[in-house]
């Protein structure tokens, strides 16, 4: 019958909450160790400091579906049971191993296969995105780490070099090293590469793409964008700089427009980032319909011989 039936649902939802909060307590005990030590890198490491909001973000984004995810279908899926043991089997490898970003991916692993397995296949597909969200948290590994820089350093000193040409100077570049009209010199420091600015702000877009209502491609299209964005950004504190560099020459007024252009970087992408949503809207959207011309109803004559509207 309906109410037996509605009480058992009810009865093994909460039979299977003492499940998950142990299963869940065995593998945050399992992997505190790696934990602990992300939460050490985030602190010491400020290219990767925002990776101290996504698990927050990520949480608080599961949260405001908790009404939806209630809804679907929960039925467990062995699947996740092989994804939660491949992911151990994974830490294990890398500690005996000694590889660090293996530990940390293998956490991943572990939490999106106990997802699957204790949630079932429609919750995990529904939080698939907050998985994917949830990669931003870990660092890139050593070898990507080294290969990423350096061409981020390149591409920042080229154009800064190509945006000081525009503005009439005449710049003389060698590697990293920006020379401006044979009075000023600036290095382009590696701290300077933007990698932390582009980690920020692939954070702050993806925060943005959850929150806004928008197709998926615009999403996608956003998300990606966020990479060239971070770039060009980078770019102009470099240019603006080395103007201060090249016109102040007092060490206390470089440092502080280094600073202030290092504050200013994450407004300034937002900013192109809503020009590009307001871009979208004009060329996707369609212009609100003109309104509709009022139709006059015919006179009707009264009594008296008048005409009434």
């Known amino acids: 019958m309906p109410t037996l039936a509605a009480g058992s649902r009810d009865s093994t ?7 998950i909060a142990v299963i869940g307590a065995m593998a945050l005990w399992s992997f505190w160790p790696t934990i602990s030590e992300l939460l050490d890198f985030w602190s010491t490491n400020e290219d990767y400091s925002v990776g101290l909001l996504v698990p927050i973000v990520a949480a608080y984004f599961a949260w405001r579906q908790r009404a939806e ?9 062995v699947i996740g049971l092989g994804l939660l043991l491949a992911g151990q089997a994974a830490r294990l490898f890398a500690v005996y191993y000694g590889y660090a970003s ?3 991916y293998a956490l991943l692993l572990s939490i999106s296969g106990l997802i699957l397995w204790l949630g079932g296949w429609k919750r995990w597909r529904r939080l698939a995105w907050i998985q994917a969200f949830a990669l931003l948290m870990v660092p890139l590994p050593n070898s990507v780490h080294n290969a990423v820089t350096a061409p981020l350093q390149r591409w920042a000193t080229a154009l800064a070099a190509a945006g000081l040409e525009m503005m009439g100077f005449f710049v003389a570049r060698e590697g990293n090293l920006l020379s401006l009209n044979e009075q000023a010199s600036v290095m382009v420091a590696e701290a300077c590469n933007g990698l932390r600015m582009l980690t920020a702000f692939v954070f702050t877009s993806a ?4 929150m806004v209502s928008r197709p998926v491609w615009q999403k996608a299209l956003m998300l990606a964008s966020s990479v060239p964005i971070a770039i060009l950004v980078n770019a102009a504190r470099v240019l603006l700089t080395s103007v201060a560099v090249y016109y102040f020459k007092n ?3 470089e440092s502080n427009v280094h600073d202030v252009g290092g504050y200013l970087m994450i407004p300034a992408a937002l900013l192109l980032m809503l020009g590009e949503l307001r871009l979208f809207q004009l060329i996707v959207e369609p212009p609100p319909a003109a309104a509709a011309p009022r139709r006059h109803r015919p006179a009707r004559v009264n009594s008296a011989g008048g005409a009434t509207a």
């Open 207 to 210: 925060v943005l793409c959850f």
């Open 102 to 104: 293996v530990e940390r």
């Open 13 to 19: 939802r909460s039979s299977g909450v003492p499940r």
């Open 251 to 253: 060490p206390r007024i």
């Open 69 to 77: 995810l209630a809804g679907l279908d929960s039925r467990p899926n």
